[in-house]
């Protein structure tokens, strides 16, 4: 296939995007007139059906931005211009087989967000070449290329790896270890029941019982004690009053 030189018209001027030879799972745009670097498009999932690899992305840059940072020097800039930007855009088909486009936020090698002259640029020059990629002819193989790129990080589950933050299943025969945590709770826990258990029946259960209160077969009697303490606020004592009547 040719090379193709798009004209795009920006606020800034006339852009001419040139599509390099297809790579294996890309595009890159070289650009010129109002506007120099490269631009980068690839394949993606749809943003509303994760499994479904029917998007392209266009990223500022030579590389794919998902995958590598493109270089200060190397990053799309106006020609009148020394900042260059990164930034990135989706283009899909809604429900209605209507184009739809997601922009993420751009920002200069700074960390400097863009002016809005600058970022309707960026946008129409990532949105040309995206929608040129959408149109070709072998866009089913950027596609299926670019699925086989993506599954293994995103979906590691269906290529028998277990996804991020779960741990592999214990092999047969291997030893099962309790987290320190847990072992010092169980500890925690079992010397506190010992602490409050009940004594077992038998003569050690009576040995701190009053006589009266220690054998089942005697009478029971009362046992007056010392007052048990007040669990309350303190209740206000009435002062007797004092001689005078003052």
Same mark, same amino acid.
């Given at each position: 296939?040719?090379?193709?030189?798009?004209?795009?018209?920006? %606020?800034?001027?006339? /852009?001419?995007?040139?599509?390099?030879?297809?790579?294996?799972?890309?595009?890159?745009?070289?650009?010129?007139?109002?506007?120099?670097?490269? #631009?980068?498009?690839?394949?993606?999932?749809?943003?509303?059906?994760?499994?479904?690899?029917?998007? #392209?992305?266009?990223?500022l840059g030579p590389v794919n931005a998902f995958q590598t940072t493109a270089p200060g020097?190397?990053?799309?800039?106006?020609? +009148?211009?020394?900042t260059g930007y990164r930034g990135s855009l989706n283009l899909y088909r809604d429900d209605a087989d209507r184009p739809q486009v997601t922009v993420y936020p751009m920002q200069s090698a700074a960390e400097h967000d863009p002016s809005e002259k600058t970022a309707a640029v960026l946008t129409a020059v990532m949105r040309a070449c995206?929608?040129?990629?959408?149109?070709?002819?072998?866009?089913?193989e950027i596609l299926d290329t670019s699925r086989? %790129?993506?599954?293994?990080?995103?979906?590691?589950?269906? #290529?028998? +790896?277990?996804?991020?933050?779960?741990?592999?299943?214990?092999?047969?025969?291997?030893?099962?270890?309790?987290?320190?945590?847990?072992n010092r709770r169980n500890r925690? /826990?079992?010397?506190?029941?010992?602490?409050?258990?009940?004594?077992?029946?038998?003569?050690?259960?009576?040995a701190?019982?009053?006589?009266?209160?220690a054998c089942p077969h005697r009478r029971r009697q009362a046992v007056v004690g010392p007052l048990l303490p007040h669990r309350g606020r303190p209740r206000a004592r009435t002062r007797p009053p004092r001689p005078g009547g003052y």
């Open positions: 296939m040719d090379s193709p030189s798009l004209t795009i018209e920006t %606020r800034a001027g006339t /852009v001419r995007a040139t599509a390099g030879p297809r790579q294996a799972d890309s595009v890159v745009f070289e650009l010129s007139g109002a506007m120099r670097g490269s #631009v980068h498009v690839t394949g993606t999932h749809h943003p509303h059906h994760w499994d479904q690899f029917a998007a #392209v992305r266009a990223c020097d190397a990053l799309p800039r106006l020609t +009148r211009s020394r995206a929608e040129h990629v959408a149109q070709r002819d072998d866009l089913p086989q %790129r993506d599954t293994p990080a995103a979906f590691p589950h269906l #290529v028998g +790896r277990p996804p991020p933050g779960r741990s592999r299943p214990l092999q047969a025969g291997s030893p099962r270890r309790p987290p320190r945590a847990a925690l /826990v079992d010397r506190r029941t010992m602490a409050h258990r009940p004594p077992a029946p038998g003569p050690a259960a009576d701190g019982r009053p006589p009266q209160l």
